[in-house]
């Protein structure tokens, strides 16, 4: 190992090491000063516009040099009212009730002894994601309320936007009286950060990563700490036989066109084969209108050919491809067994619905789709912790262990068994 | 990759897929014929109880020509009272309420979305077990019972006993029409087999290592299937300054000698300085007259000299030992405060207890450490899926995602959530 790799290494074992112990004071910090500071830090994110948007104009001008993608620069790009954005979102996160405390169970057993199962933080989370810098805040406030520390590795395109930010949170926590590596922004974007803080599971107890399918892949195949992950969201809406043919155009027209570079947008659609001669052409034509591709198998290549509509030939890695695009594969299936079948193959396990008025179906589909989110006669775009209530989210889940899908404040948390007793003794 | 070794890893793919077809039918079967099959499965149990025993005369010979440890050879043995033991314990599975299905949470909408969160199999587990047979049954029939499958390698000193049991559950799962692949021993003890194994995180959702530290470590290290874990328990009294003498004594000597070999016995001891003086020399006495050998540091080496009582010096190592043995480490502290952090630095985050009259000394204490289970005046010997009215365990995870403390039929379920609308759609 070089010199410098074993600075470097040093420097996030001290960092991690100092993460563990400001957890250990933030998991009994009170719901009151936690939220004093996130006010104070929302307000101080909006004085500092000016600031925040000097340092990410440098990002803005090295990603131009680096050839980065207009979307790419758009979505780094922090306007007065994106600032706007996160500080209210930070407001709205200390709004939030807060999850540490909260009884989840209780016996009392004979003997008096007195088991209560308590929420309490994680302890130390890490978070490892890409470009866009609001996260920075999403992820440190969502942390901090759960009376997590953070651990954040963004990536180097917003590197001084991340560094500003970062430095701001450190101020409030410090005015705040609490510990300062509470938050912490690891100060280089050195991918090899990565291979040492992936091993320290003794000091960082969850790893939740956020980008691209690659990224996360890294982290899962290299990370000792468990990881909280979401690959890709391919998700899947099944027109039954017995569908309400207007509620099924309806909902697949804004599955797949409301947002699609979002992850509950649908990539397939999946039509029994008794309703696709009549519904098919209507769906098609209210997608193609919308400027939707259609990739199709043979059947309904045959119904769209004979009604002049537009389309290509879907291909086998089609299925699981994640297009975040206006794009739609479109197969026709002989029945709900096989559409089943077909989803829990080639779908990510994320959001899939049926649409159908037929309640015997809808039960098998909902018990026998094996995601996050099964949907009866409702869009899979809901998929989102704003939508389900849960007030933020850090982020989605096709995992099964801890949490699945969207991840709010109750989820960045564990419990402990406090158990009262008078004396009592096994033996 | 020799022949043999592509031999061995298809057969452990085919398995794993086998299991993740399994997994989809057992997370629909119904409460009713998992518990028949359950209610068959322990009447032959008992029925087969020579058979048992010839299979695993051939596992003790074999354990006694390798040299196997008098102890080993004694956790392997199979006595019909066992047999009995492990019938009865399928039965009080049985009889446990299904934890598949159950609504946890329900939200609905203004816009009438109703949104429910609802207990599901995680899907395919993984146990890596070793040498205890009766672990094979307990696993198989709790995973079952909460609609998992699950694939068991187990030991290779049980090899013939595991292969027997395992040959009755494939019976009863074949005579009650449930898929056979639903509880699969691994075919070989080559632990060659593990390195296919931990990789197949498509088709299976979670690893439970049991044994020694050395095998959870491996199994943590080159999993990259989501693990739950419990490395040790170093479980630790505190006795405050606040604290009855007599109810401090009577616990201590509990948590250390009513099982010193299970990992929530006691193994240090912390003494607030204030009372060691009298109180120690007592305690002190009441341990060695159990037997209990004592490794004190210095203050405690000063009290007990003075009262002729006998002791070892104790090493930095201890602390973090978990001796499973009538073995003590003795520290005096000079405050709550160190008596926290000391438990939170060295102990394993498994059970820790103060013992204290003071009601703030306590919530102090039950915040402030980092552990699965904390008590207060009481024995760390509750720690325990039947003592916590779990009916039943499959370990005990010192782990802070998914499960924490010790894991029953709740613990080894997802969740999914199900959502019924009646045309919502978000554009």
Redesign the interface.
Known sequence: MSKTDQTLENTILELAARARDAS?IL??TDTEAKNCALMELADLIEASTETLQKENAKDLEAGKANGLTKSLLERLTLTPTRIKGMADGVRQVAALPDPVGQELER?V?EDK?D?RRIRVP??VIGIIYESRPNVTIDCAVLCLKSGNASILRGGKEAFYTNTALATLITHILEKNHLPTSAVQLIPTTDRAVLNTLLKL?EMI??IIPRGGENLIRFV??NS?I???KHYKGVCNVYVDKAA?HA?AE??V???K???PSVCNAAENLLIHKDIAPELLPKMATALVEREVELRVDAEAATILTQNNIPYREVTDADWEEEYLDLILAIKIVPSLHEAINGI?TFGSAHSDAIITNDENAARQF???I??????????T???DGF???LGAEIGIST????A??PMGLNELC??????????????
């Open positions: 250990l998991a009994t016996t057993r002894l088991i994680i302890g599971d107890q969850c899962a195949e000792t468990p990881v909280i309400d509620m309806k909902i027209v804004d599955a066109c409301d947002r829990n909902l018990n026998g094996d995601s996050a989110t099964v949907y009866w006669n409702a869009s775009r809901f998929t939508e389900f209530g995992d099964k262990l801890h699945r899908g564990s419990y402990k068994y406090v158990i009262y007793g008078n004396g009592q003794t096994r033996s």
